[in-house]
């Protein structure tokens, strides 16, 4: 088995350097390495940074004055005959957004760019919340009707903008399915191994990756994520309703219990947060331009704003105008952003492992052992400690759980812009269960993929490189669907009020509805 996994690592062995390439790319040139500040940020940052302070202009910053619409939408007890409701589609996305990068990713920017980096942090989600909102009205403006549900995101509205081409569609739906299938071995490996960290917290007792213990769970989680995926999008959600509003709740009380137990180190927090902003603490080098860039990628990477792959989730609803959506996208990355990674950082933070006599070797642990150990930092010598860490274990498995749940359902939807048949779809659904028990082989035997892994980030700079552009080319169309919305002159939405003639869906509803 292990020569096995040696070989697949030396197949994609050309995938690390690739992603870190594009990633960062042109900070790996000297001529723009050597620009003060400017030098530290790559493209792909410019680039979703850029268009969130474009757009936020010219929405009138919607996501501020629209934002106590999107709560009112969101929390309206609606009934829907096709497709999935407002908050459902929300619960849905946000069980892709709320997923472990929550934990590990914050933890890892505060480890290398310092407490300063959620300040920036914020600043992206800030941005970012409207990019997410024109990404939910184009998945809205486009989607299409399928028996009794929607399908739309990215493959739908590219295809549409981009001259309305099949193959345009094709392409951007394998290329997140690619994404989707890049990411799942990391979220089984996830799974399974939380659920291993939990039995030991629960035990007392150190269970060996290859006992029967995880033989047994690795197959229940499979069996349980095959029941709930092939049910499609309805089972799907139905499951995302009750677990994301509970780990959501549950992450939050955790950390709550946290700073109260702590209360005195809370203004230490904000200090150093707004501090190291502007002047980052030495031991993370001191560098302006790391913080800064540290801060914004994992903003826009932990909320996927701008990176097209929550688009689909937006396009299952069924809003009554294409800007409700766009909205309840754009409270999604507040949740995920402003609030769930803020916690996570203010544990970190708090915790301030950075100082003291152990301080090298927390820098040297890995990214969810740093989270853990900050933790025991602010509960030391107590019972509690062994209560949280459990909590926080279980918020995690449920995290990447729930990211698993998406994207074989995400994956599935793309599929619909290739072929709608049920063939299709239960090859796509099949391929991605077994890549996913793929990562729980890799739990049980001891390896980690890492440069398997690493696909997952390819996958999400080629998804950036090629949203963005398309989301500028749909952008006019976003604006006139907004002046439309925030007009509320009782007229309907149709193809007409964006000067288009292939808005099917909405076209045939102000039919329908009028022929009543």
Request: aromatic share 14%; glycine share 10%.
């Given at each position: 088995?292990?020569?096995?996994?040696?070989?697949?690592?030396?197949?994609?062995?050309?995938?690390?350097?690739?992603?870190?390439?594009?990633?960062?790319?042109?900070?790996?040139?000297?001529?723009?390495?050597?620009?003060?500040?400017?030098?530290?940020?790559?493209?792909?940052?410019?680039?979703?940074?850029?268009?969130?302070?474009?757009?936020?202009?010219?929405?009138?910053?919607?996501?501020?004055?629209?934002?106590?619409?999107?709560?009112?939408?969101?929390?309206?007890?609606?009934?829907?005959?096709?497709?999935?409701?407002?908050?459902?589609?929300?619960?849905?996305?946000?069980?892709?957004?709320?997923?472990?990068?929550?934990?590990?990713?914050?933890?890892?920017?505060?480890?290398?760019?310092?407490?300063?980096?959620?300040?920036?942090?914020?600043?992206?989600?800030?941005?970012?919340?409207?990019?997410?909102?024109?990404?939910?009205?184009?998945?809205?403006?486009?989607?299409?009707?399928?028996?009794?549900?929607?399908?739309?995101?990215?493959?739908f509205y590219g295809r549409k903008l981009l001259g309305n081409k099949a193959w345009i569609g094709i392409f951007l739906s394998l290329l997140y399915i690619l994404y989707a299938l890049c990411?799942?071995?990391?979220?089984?490996?996830?799974?399974?191994?939380?659920?291993?960290?939990?039995?030991?917290?629960?035990?007392?007792?150190?269970?060996?990756?290859?006992?029967?213990?995880?033989?047994?769970?690795?197959?229940?989680?499979?069996?349980?994520?095959?029941?709930?995926?092939?049910?499609?999008?309805?089972?799907?959600?139905?499951?995302?309703?009750?677990?994301?509003?509970?780990?959501?709740?549950?992450?939050?009380?955790?950390?709550?219990?946290?700073?109260?137990?702590?209360?005195?180190?809370?203004?230490?927090?904000?200090?150093?947060?707004?501090?190291?902003?502007?002047?980052?603490?030495?031991?993370?080098?001191?560098?302006?331009?790391?913080?800064?860039?540290?801060?914004?990628?994992?903003?826009?990477?932990?909320?996927?704003?701008?990176?097209?792959?929550?688009?689909?989730?937006?396009?299952?609803?069924?809003?009554?105008?294409?800007?409700?959506?766009?909205?309840?996208?754009?409270?999604?990355?507040?949740?995920?952003?402003?609030?769930?990674?803020?916690?996570?950082?203010?544990?970190?933070?708090?915790?301030?492992?950075?100082?003291?006599?152990?301080?090298?070797?927390?820098?040297?642990?890995?990214?969810?052992?740093?989270?853990?150990?900050?933790?025991?930092?602010?509960?030391?010598?107590?019972?509690?400690?062994?209560?949280?860490?459990?909590?926080?274990?279980?918020?995690?498995?449920?995290?990447?759980?729930?990211?698993?749940?998406?994207?074989?359902?995400?994956?599935?939807i793309a599929a619909n812009r290739i072929n709608k048949s049920a063939v299709c779809i239960n090859i796509v659904r099949c391929v991605a269960l077994f890549v996913a028990a793929f990562g729980?082989?890799?739990?049980?035997?001891?390896?980690?993929?890492?440069?398997?892994?690493?696909?997952?980030?390819?996958?999400?700079?080629?998804?950036?490189?090629?949203?963005?552009?398309?989301?500028?080319?749909?952008?006019?169309?976003?604006?006139?669907?907004?002046?439309?919305?925030?007009?509320?002159?009782?007229?309907?939405?149709?193809?007409?009020?964006?000067?288009?003639?292939?808005?099917?869906?909405?076209?045939?509803?102000?039919?329908?509805?009028?022929?009543?």
């Amino acid at each position: 088995m292990e020569s096995v996994f040696e070989a697949i690592n030396r197949v994609f062995a050309f995938v690390g350097p690739l992603s870190d390439f594009l990633w960062d790319f042109p900070t790996n040139m000297e001529w723009y390495s050597n620009i003060p500040i400017l030098g530290n940020i790559s493209l792909a940052v410019l680039l979703l940074l850029g268009s969130g302070i474009y757009f936020s202009f010219r929405l009138g910053f919607i996501q501020v004055t629209k934002f106590k619409k999107g709560i009112k939408v969101m929390t309206e007890k609606r009934s829907v005959d096709t497709g999935i409701s407002p908050l459902a589609a929300f619960l849905l996305s946000s069980a892709m957004r709320v997923g472990p990068g929550n934990i590990i990713g914050v933890t890892g920017a505060v480890a290398v760019g310092g407490p300063g980096a959620i300040f920036w942090m914020w600043v992206s989600a800030f941005f970012g919340m409207a990019v997410a909102y024109m990404e939910g009205v184009l998945a809205q403006i486009f989607k299409e009707k399928k028996d009794d549900e929607f399908v739309g995101g990215l493959p739908f509205y590219g295809r549409k903008l981009l001259g309305n081409k099949a193959w345009i569609g094709i392409f951007l739906s394998l290329l997140y399915i690619l994404y989707a299938l890049c990411c799942l071995p990391a979220q089984g490996f996830n799974v399974v191994s939380s659920v291993g960290r939990m039995a030991e917290i629960a035990t007392g007792t150190t269970i060996a990756s290859d006992s029967v213990f995880y033989y047994v769970v690795g197959a229940l989680i499979v069996i349980l994520t095959a029941v709930i995926a092939f049910g499609g999008i309805h089972k799907v959600t139905k499951w995302t309703n009750k677990v994301v509003p509970v780990m959501a709740v549950l992450y939050i009380g955790v950390v709550v219990v946290l700073i109260f137990l702590n209360l005195g180190r809370v203004p230490y927090f904000f200090t150093s947060v707004f501090k190291g902003a502007f002047t980052p603490d030495a031991f993370f080098g001191g560098v302006f331009g790391t913080v800064l860039a540290q801060g914004i990628k994992r903003g826009l990477m932990s909320n996927e704003a701008g990176q097209g792959t929550i688009t689909m989730s937006a396009a299952a609803s069924d809003a009554n105008h294409p800007c409700e959506q766009g909205l309840l996208a754009s409270i999604g990355v507040f949740l995920d952003t402003i609030v769930i990674c803020t916690l996570t950082g203010f544990v970190v933070v708090m915790a301030h492992c950075w100082t003291g006599d152990n301080a090298a070797e927390w820098a040297a642990m890995d990214k969810l052992p740093k989270f853990t150990e900050s933790i025991a930092a602010l509960t030391p010598g107590t019972a509690m400690n062994a209560v949280i860490t459990f909590l926080v274990t279980l918020c995690f498995c449920l995290f990447a759980f729930t990211c698993l749940l998406g994207m074989i359902n995400f994956s599935e939807i793309a599929a619909n812009r290739i072929n709608k048949s049920a063939v299709c779809i239960n090859i796509v659904r099949c391929v991605a269960l077994f890549v996913a028990a793929f990562g729980i082989v890799c739990n049980i035997a001891g390896m980690e993929l890492g440069n398997l892994w690493a696909f997952s980030d390819l996958g999400n700079i080629l998804i950036v490189y090629f949203n963005i552009p398309i989301v500028y080319v749909g952008s006019k169309y976003v604006f006139r669907a907004t002046k439309h919305y925030k007009k509320n002159d009782g007229t309907p939405f149709t193809s007409k009020v964006i000067g288009r003639d292939d808005c099917t869906f909405w076209d045939e509803k102000y039919s329908q509805e009028s022929a009543k």
